[in-house]
């Protein structure tokens, strides 16, 4: 019997987008199980980010869309290493703005970069509602 080939990714998912669905499908593509681990606001207050969204919605969401096997939450940097090892993940995965940065994976399992859906980010979007609602940016 073949071993189900297990992808992990990392991600805020605030104000989730068609830029997050299209990289989920893709990553799904991927192998045959797709563990998605979301930012927990605590962490994300570490990371100077604020989410419109808080953790437990985030979480509820991702769960809930069909190319997405488990949600577990990330807490800090340094858990990648340990999730990769306590999930068997074959494929660590991220969108290629952040080409290279987890390279030391290499040692745990496939890493790959990619692509990510053009003109359109979360940070574009909480611009432009910060526009509409006449909120500066500084």
Request: aromatic letters at 10%; proline letters at 1%; one cysteine or more.
């Given at each position: ?36 681990a979301v930012s927990t606001d605590e962490f ?60 030391f994976l290499k040692d745990y399992c496939e ?28």
């Amino acid at each position: 019997m073949k071993k189900e080939k297990i992808v992990l990714t990392y991600g805020t998912f605030d104000m989730f987008h068609i830029g997050h669905l299209n990289l989920l499908n893709r990553l799904k593509r991927l192998g045959d199980k797709l563990i998605v681990a979301v930012s927990t606001d605590e962490f994300n207050s570490i990371k100077g980010k604020k989410t419109l969204i808080p953790f437990e919605q985030r979480a509820l969401i991702v769960q809930n869309i069909k190319c997405v096997d488990m949600v577990i939450s990330e807490k800090k940097w340094e858990q990648k290493i340990d999730d990769i090892k306590k999930y068997n993940v074959d494929i660590f995965a991220m969108g290629d703005d952040w080409q290279g940065k987890f390279d030391f994976l290499k040692d745990y399992c496939e890493v790959i970069y990619l692509p990510r859906t053009q003109n359109i980010s979360t940070t574009e979007l909480k611009k432009e509602l910060n526009k509409y609602l006449g909120i500066s940016d500084e």
